[in-house]
């Protein structure tokens, strides 16, 4: 256990020193060829597989690397830009400029989705740099896949606004709205709007109606699938069906800028998911929705998020995991700048009894909590009462390695730090360091915490 603490220790130090700063200033087209550019070395330079499968069995491993994205997430400091701008940019040609107009797209209100399938496959299939324009109207678009692999290194520039229509029949695949696959090398960039217009679901969901017939399912509003060098910058996403901005199967990814809304009330809508995905950075967003603001489930390495601004919703999570007796991991979270306000959960782990697999390798630091109702949560056997048994069993997924560091605030419950741990499998290695929530107590069971610092309140 010392041992553990020293490395997440060495580890941590790196970070602090580190942290870079995003700052979201529009993205202008001389921005987009610099960004091109970048994810051109990137590309070069990395020369990465994405294919090849991660080892998750090397604990420590996970959080060594994370350091090694590091260089990535500077993407946007000035500094590096004005580099990019000045060194390698100047190797590239400027990128091609079509617009979705240029393919019949009206943006009056009626189905413009044929004009955005047209205008993406030709920006899919030329060759070098291409921006593909979303001029500054208001567009509907049906479901559809903006599917690669593509010729092209292709931003899609969104200066207006792309519309889901409220009729849920044209919803053949109740899973996607907007859906990028398989791309590589894409940028998708604002200053536009993405808008779910999930009013309609929410009113049938099974949560708001309990009477059938009612859907469990609804469409995440967009998700990248499969794609690698992925920048997603600068862009509102606001009342998604159900969830707003997934990342699944993803390798490489920086979000930033994003401003992520929807009612406290709407069901399931979180803001960001990020599913079997690695290396990836999530920066300077405002989240405020009905479910998580970030969530974090299986397969997920290499995580960072910072300058997070959260609430309403259910706070940052990693899980749930072991549902059903699944084998999941995730492995090197670093969530690094948040504020959360009147959230249900601050920061939170929850894994299911009887599943398998672990969480390992999970730091949140500098976090300032305003009336959160479960400010430090971890939950080694978290059930859906209504619909498990919830008895002792003899597997978990196992927790270790999780720092909480520099968080302050208040609780609104009276419960400011949970920590759950299984029997059969117990947290090992959670570390309480320099905390100070108000309004609540501590509770811990079958783990003893290492507290460094102030801690208050203690287990
Ligand atoms: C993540 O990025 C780092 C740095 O570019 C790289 O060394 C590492 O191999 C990547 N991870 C995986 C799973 O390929
Ligand atoms: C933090 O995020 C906000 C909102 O997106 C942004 O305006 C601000 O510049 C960011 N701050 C830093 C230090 O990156
Ligand atoms: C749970 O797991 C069992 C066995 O693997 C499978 O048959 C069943 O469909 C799963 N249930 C759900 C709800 O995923
Ligand atoms: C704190 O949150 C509770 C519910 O979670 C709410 O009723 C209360 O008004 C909030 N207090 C403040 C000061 O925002």
Known sequence: MALQTHLLWSFVVVFVVSFSTTSCYGSSFQEVNSLLSYIDHVDKESGYNSRAYPSYMD???????????????????????NKIAGGIATSSAPAKT??????GAKGNGADDTRAFLKAWKVACSSSGAIVLVVPQKSYLVRPIEFSGP????LTMQIYGTIEASEDRSIYKDLDHWLMFDNVQNLLVVGPGTINGNGNIWWKNSCKRKPQPPCCKQAPTAVTFNGCNNLVVKNLKIQDAQQMHVMFQNCFNVQASCLTVTAPEDSPNTDGIHVANTQNITISSSVIGTGDDCISIVSGSQRVQAKNITCGPGHGISIGSLGKNGSKDYVSGVLVNGAKLSGTANGLRIKTWQGGSGSATNIVFQNVQMNNVTNPIMIDQNYCDHKTKDCNQQKSAVQVKNVLYQNIR???????????????????????LQNIQLQNGRAECNNVQPAYKGVVSPRC
């Open 98 to 103: 079509i617009s979705v107009d240029d393919f």
């Open 150 to 153: 593509c010729k092209s290194r």
């Open 59 to 81: 604990t420590t491993e996970g959080f060594k690397s994370m350091e090694l994205i590091r260089p990535r997430t500077q993407l946007f400091s000035s500094r590096k830009i």
């Open 409 to 431: 605030g208040t609780s609104a419950s009276g419960d400011a730090i949970t920590v759950y741990c299984s029997q059969s499998v117990p947290c090992q290695g959670i570390v």
